[in-house]
T-cell receptor, first 109, second 113 residues
């Protein structure tokens, strides 16, 4: 079966760095997405990786290793507004998105 | 503001009743999707439409139906609601099907008693 694993919850301190991991087992691979979802709101797009390596976008970076079935989202200089759930999703060979359950990130002052 | 509008925002419904969740987008996106989100689970695809006039079944289609009469509208209907359909429902769209970024609506919280 197809599976996306990510930690249920993480806690970090304002101003620090946090890495949210995502491992996947899917039927084929056509890219990996990260979305941010604040409580009670819609998910919003953060990043897309289809090739191995690091994609940097301001305070957020996303890394992909296709051979290891592994990605991480790196958040730097954490701000209180970064408190949210972070959803990892993989597009399989049929271009269907498989979603992880999300990682709830709690930022403490 | 361009985006997706969902209605209602929330609804409490008696079991056995029929309910339609509305979704309208103004971005002229070809593909549209309905997801449900339940605590502890990833988003699950209910139905999708790659283009106006076509629809397809997702991972959890039973008890739901959709139509896509035009590009902008993609309503989701629960013919006879059951308590297990209590969830938050998100409509989403993308420019095309495939590896495209999804834009989500604000969600509809449905409680079936």
């Amino acid at each position: 079966g197809q599976n996306i694993d990510q930690p249920t919850e993480m806690t970090a301190t304002e101003g620090a760095i946090v890495q949210i991991n995502c491992t996947y087992q899917t039927s084929g691979f056509n890219g990996l997405f990260w979305y941010q979802q604040h409580a009670g709101e819609a998910p919003t797009f953060l990043s897309y990786n289809v090739l191995d390596g690091l994609e940097e976008k301001g305070r957020f970076s996303s890394f992909l290793s296709r051979s290891k079935g592994y990605s991480y989202l790196l958040l730097k200089e954490l701000q209180m507004k970064d408190s949210a759930s972070y959803l990892c999703a993989v597009m399989d060979s049929n271009y269907q998105l498989i979603w992880g359950a999300g990682t709830k990130l709690i930022i403490k002052p | 503001i361009a985006g997706i509008t969902q209605a209602p925002t929330s609804q409490i419904l008696a079991a056995g009743r029929r309910m339609t969740l509305r979704c309208t987008q103004d971005m002229r996106h070809n593909a549209m999707y309905w997801y449900r989100q339940d605590l502890g689970l990833g988003l699950r695809l209910i139905h999708y439409s790659n283009t106006a006039g076509t629809t397809g079944k997702g991972e959890v289609p039973d008890g739901y139906s959709v139509s896509r009469a035009n590009t902008d509208d993609f309503p989701l209907t629960l013919a006879s609601a059951v308590p297990s359909q209590t969830s938050v429902y998100f409509c989403a769209s993308s420019e095309n099907s495939g590896a495209n970024v999804l834009t989500f609506g604000a969600g509809s919280r449905l409680t079936v008693l």
